[in-house]
T-cell receptor, first 113, second 110 residues
Framework: NAGVTQTPKFQVLKTGQSMTLQCAQD?????MSWYRQDPGMGLRLIHY???????DQGEVPNGYNVSRSTTEDFPLRLLSAAPSQTSVYFC????????????FGSGTRLTVV | ELKVEQNPLFLSMQEGKNYTIYCNYS?????LYWYRQDPGKSLESLFV?????AVKQEGRLMASLDTKARLSTLHITAAVHDLSATYFC??????????FGKGTKLTVNP
């Protein structure tokens, strides 16, 4: 099925560990982005990409890295996990036409202990 | 800095009643989105509003956009239990920098 696929769905990390959250889309969308959702704060942009090889920071980029080597994939790397990074992470993508909305993945629930 | 404010943040309604959720944003933006999120689930697109005066309707939900007032509304007509969810408005602060409101948690009671 076409859409945005995120893996894993759940993850528990120890403080200081690193990991990569995967995001893949099969809609040939140019734009991809990562958000974190925390209670009472809505969703906040971490990093985004306007095409392969092009990434930029969002509102809360510290502690996260991204790369976009292909159109389809946009992984999010946690360099050294901290309890403050406990959150639900969503990846989203959008095509280039002006009238399109964003398609969100199903989310990754991350707990850092 | 673009900010998006939704109100109310919590809304408890009776089935059959009407209500409006308001979304104000602080700087010029060329598009406004409404999304729905059920507990533990992802976000589902409801409306994309692209121009001043845009009005879109889907079932019991109607969204509008007034770019001069920097205001969007989501109107609920004759609410039913299935509409219980959290509703987000979001807009773009430039390029692909989406900014979200904090969400309105709607509960529709029998």
């Amino acid at each position: 099925n076409a859409g945005v696929t995120q893996t894993p769905k759940f993850q528990v990390l120890k403080t200081g560990q690193s990991m990569t959250l995967q995001c893949a889309q099969d809609m040939n969308h140019e734009y991809m982005s990562w958000y974190r959702q925390d209670p009472g704060m809505g969703l906040r942009l971490i990093h985004y990409s306007v095409g392969a090889g092009i990434t930029d920071q969002g509102e809360v980029p510290n502690g996260y890295n991204v790369s976009r080597s292909t159109t389809e994939d946009f992984p999010l790397r946690l360099l050294s996990a901290a309890p403050s990074q406990t959150s639900v992470y969503f990846c989203a993508s959008r095509g280039g036409h002006s009238y399109g909305g964003y398609t969100f993945g199903s989310g990754t629930r991350l707990t850092v202990v | 800095e673009l900010k998006v404010e939704q109100n109310p943040l919590f809304l408890s309604m009776q089935e059959g009643k009407n209500y409006t959720i308001y979304c104000n944003y602080s700087t010029t933006s060329d598009r406004l989105y409404w999304y729905r999120q059920d507990p533990g689930k992802s976000l589902e697109s409801l409306f994309v509003l692209l121009s001043n005066g845009a009005v879109k309707q889907e079932g019991r939900l109607m969204a509008s956009l007034d770019t001069k007032a920097r205001l969007s509304t989501l109107h609920i007509t004759a609410a039913v239990h299935d509409l219980s969810a959290t509703y987000f408005c979001l807009t773009q602060g430039g390029s692909e920098k989406l900014v979200f409101g904090k969400g309105t948690k709607l509960t529709v009671n029998p």
